[in-house]
């Protein structure tokens, strides 16, 4: 298989696809697939408690946080946080550090008044507000921010203290790639596509307090109560996604949870910027250096008529998917969990050997 640094849907580990494959035909002694279940029947159920057990394990959720098992990818949750979290009339704070940060400001604005209480636009997302110049309002319904702004490689690396209003976050490209005190959150929700397991699973993980404020009127499908009260089985589930998501769990326990995935992405990221900052400007992240992500590592060739041949022999090379995303230019490697470090020792050998041979 080739090393693989899509943004997402991303690289999965392949112990677990290698499971998912000799379960395929007959999961778990049902002589069916998991796809072939109903999500009622009793060995789906105990197979979805267990995989809700073992992320309440890997990320130590207290118990009065509520874990959904959502679809609509986050960009639906993007809206339905406004519906559920702010009445008529609110006010939400967000903070705009990237694209995914400013989509979800602009996909609130219908349910919510939005505040940009701060952003970088202005020095191209290249930095971090610094929390001094944030404008909050106290009176806000809550702060949403990106832990992790996918396409701008920057990322935050603690929960920002933001009082007593509570902080909303979607950390969907860097959600269980070390640990992190769920309790300074109110709702934190993800796309399952980096970290988790296939599109199309969004894991909402929301203080249950906050499962009241939803009063405006809306259909049970957008109310977050209603999915807490059934169990996230209001509806069909995504049984595949559920499935997966529990395999990768189980992979997560199995090498050292979120304190060994903290270590392993440290140094996966370090070596990369280290190749980076060290080739003599032939490749470039102007990032600043301490809000530089550790899962995606924007970076640009000293020539960008290089470009063409850069992806022609990586992919060659066996190294995928390091194209850039456009709004940024230039290549992309995302470094999630699943991508282990003979991969990024892959791809700085590859960059050196590429400078070498193309001066
Ligand atoms: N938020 C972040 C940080 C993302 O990286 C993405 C997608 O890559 C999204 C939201 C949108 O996710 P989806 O495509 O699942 O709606």
């Keep these: 298989r080739v090393w693989n640094f899509s943004a997402g849907p991303a690289a999965m580990p392949l112990p677990v696809l290698e499971r998912a494959q000799r379960e395929l035909l007959d999961w778990n002694g049902s002589g069916a697939s998991v796809m072939e279940q109903s999500h009622r029947g009793k060995r789906f159920m105990t197979m979805a408690q267990q995989v809700e057990a073992d992320l309440r394990e890997l990320m130590g959720i207290p118990d009065h946080y509520a874990v959904l098992f959502e679809q609509g990818g986050a960009t639906q949750h993007f809206a339905q946080i406004p519906m559920n979290l702010a009445r008529e009339g609110d006010r939400a704070d967000y903070i705009v550090t990237g694209h995914w940060s400013e989509k979800a400001a602009s996909e609130a604005a219908p349910y919510v008044q939005v505040n940009v209480a701060a952003t970088s636009k202005a020095e191209s997302f290249l930095r ?3 929390r001094e110049t944030w404008k909050l309002d106290s009176g806000a319904a809550y702060v949403h921010i990106a832990t992790n702004e996918t396409i701008h490689g920057v990322q935050f690396k603690h929960a920002p203290e933001v009082g007593d209003v509570p902080l909303v976050a979607d950390m969907s490209s860097d959600i269980l790639s070390g640990p992190i005190d769920v309790s300074r959150y109110g709702l934190i929700y ?12 969004v894991l909402v993980i929301i203080r249950r307090d906050l499962l009241e404020r ?5 259909a049970k499908i957008f109310r977050y109560a209603e999915h807490a009260a059934h169990d996230s089985m209001l509806n069909t589930p995504n049984t595949w996604g559920w499935y997966l998501a529990g395999l990768t769990f189980q992979w997560l326990k199995e090498n050292g949870g979120l304190a060994a995935m903290d270590v392993l992405n440290r140094q996966k990221s370090q070596m990369l910027y280290a190749a980076i900052d060290g080739s003599g400007g032939y490749y470039r992240n102007p990032i600043d250096p301490p809000v530089r992500s550790r899962m995606n590592v924007p970076f640009t060739l000293h020539d960008s008529s290089l470009d063409a041949a850069f992806l022609q022999e990586s992919e060659a090379a066996g190294l995928l998917a390091l194209k850039g995303h456009k709004a940024v230019g230039g290549m992309r490697a995302s470094l999630y969990n699943a991508v282990p470090m003979e991969a990024v020792q892959a791809l700085v050998d590859f960059m050196s050997e590429f400078s070498r041979r193309h001066g």
């Design 190 to 201: 993800a796309g399952a596509q980096k970290n988790i397991g296939p599109s199309g699973l």
């Design 214 to 218: 939803a009063t405006r009127p809306m």
């Design 128 to 130: 971090m507000p610094a």
